[in-house]
């Protein structure tokens, strides 16, 4: 199946030799729904851009339904962007406001009606079409400017960070809303970016890891989150703790880790040649982790002692110190909370199969594993 969009080799580079996009490669299907997601200034508002068209790329290709779209102009993409600021025009009300990409394209007025009509009910803004940008609440404008995107139907959607600005109770109704009607219309893409993992994994059908103008990792979220390939990847989605260490021994399926906590055994990188002596980050998640007062016969145990507990409702974050002051967080649900005692010794235990061994520490050229992991 070929991709809605197609990006090959894709560089950007900005005046004053700032080089954005260092050769991007995706491919995004019809009816996906996905997720740009990296730190700030990695160059995720750069490559929807330059999707967009508003922006020009230095090199490498860009197909939409299949066409080149080196010399296409933005307004014959077929493409629509929610910008982060929203961008209404504040003279128009709603309904002139979502009416005007439609008039751009030279529809007659009954059909424009119609259009934005359904469109505004599809976003529960019916009734609001006569109000000005300025006399609606934060929220109904920033559902006014995804009705103006939405309603020329088109193939992609580019969301620009649509969830910042906005409180929280805020963000989640809103990326329900765009889950729902990402569901109720077919035909189109929609590419969201946003630095926030919550958001990302939680939208996702799937996701790019982006750092520095390239793409760490593509893949559902639950496959990053699983077999990240970098430790960047590791580390940017869900919570994860890292140990420095270097490879000892190599199994039939497992490596022996020799880290700052003790030696540690895990799966099997898929790497696979010279694995000893190489320096990698271990990982483990939080959830993956059980705590006893005895020790259990497990595959990995530590010996650690209890600091403090962060409290998130629904789950806590137990915070611990193993051996050379490191810490290890676990995470437990709330119902099935033990009663700490501070300063008290726990053994906090897991399986290699639950454990990664990760050689690259990202696709960027001459990161530290180190300085990643230590965050120098
Ligand atoms: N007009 C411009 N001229 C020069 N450099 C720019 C320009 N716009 C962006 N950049 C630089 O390009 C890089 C990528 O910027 P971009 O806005 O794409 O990042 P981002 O991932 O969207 O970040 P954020 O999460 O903060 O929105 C950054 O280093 C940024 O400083
Ligand atoms: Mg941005």
Redesign the pocket.
């Known amino acids: 199946m070929a991709g809605i969009v197609e990006i090959k080799r894709l560089v950007k580079r900005?005046?004053?030799n700032?080089l954005?996009l260092k050769g991007i490669d995706l491919e995004i299907y019809r009816d996906e729904f996905f997720v740009l997601m990296?730190?700030?200034?990695?160059?995720?508002?750069?490559?929807l851009k330059t999707i967009a068209g508003i922006l020009d790329y230095d090199d490498g290709e860009l197909y939409i339904n299949g066409k080149d779209m080196k010399n296409v102009p933005a307004y014959k993409r077929d493409i629509s962007l929610m910008l982060?600021n929203y961008a209404l025009f504040p003279h128009m009300n709603v309904f002139d406001n979502v009416a005007f990409g439609l008039r751009m394209l030279d529809k007659d007025e009954e059909e424009i009606k119609k259009d934005v009509m359904e469109t505004l009910a599809l976003l529960e803004l019916k009734g609001l079409e006569k109000r000005f940008p300025n006399e609606i609440s934060g929220g109904q404008r920033q559902r006014v400017a995804l009705a103006r995107a939405l309603v020329i139907r088109p193939s992609v959607l580019l969301l620009d960070?649509p969830l910042s600005h906005i409180d929280y109770r805020l963000q989640r109704r809103f990326a329900s809303l765009l889950k729902d009607i990402h569901r109720q219309i077919s035909g189109t893409a929609f590419i969201l970016?946003t630095?926030d993992q919550h958001h990302g994994l939680s939208l996702a059908d799937r996701m790019a890891i982006?750092n520095s103008?390239l793409i760490e990792q593509v893949g559902h979220p639950e496959e990053i989150y699983n077999e990240p390939h970098t430790l960047f990847s590791a580390r940017f989605v869900g919570e994860v703790n890292t140990f420095m260490g270097e490879i000892q021994e190599v199994g039939a399926d497992s490596v022996w880790v020799k880290t700052d906590i003790g030696y540690l055994k895990s799966r099997k990188p898929n790497a696979a040649d010279n694995l000893v002596g190489r320096r990698v980050g271990y990982i483990i998640r939080p959830e993956k982790i059980k705590i006893s007062k005895t020790g259990e016969n497990a595959e990995n145990s530590v010996k650690c002692i209890f600091e403090y507990l962060n409290y998130f409702g629904h789950y806590v974050e137990a915070i611990f110190r193993a051996p050379h002051n490191v810490r290890i967080k676990s995470t437990i649900p709330t119902y099935n909370l033990p009663n700490f005692k501070v300063e008290d010794e726990y053994w906090l235990s897991w399986s290699a199969n639950d454990a990664r061994t990760i050689i690259k520490p990202s696709v960027v050229e001459g990161v530290d594993i180190e300085d990643l992991i230590y965050g120098r």
Do not use: Q
Not at 38 to 47: D, F, H, N
């Open positions: 900005y005046k004053g700032v954005a990296g730190p700030s200034g990695c160059g995720k508002s750069t490559l982060e960070e970016t630095h982006m103008g």
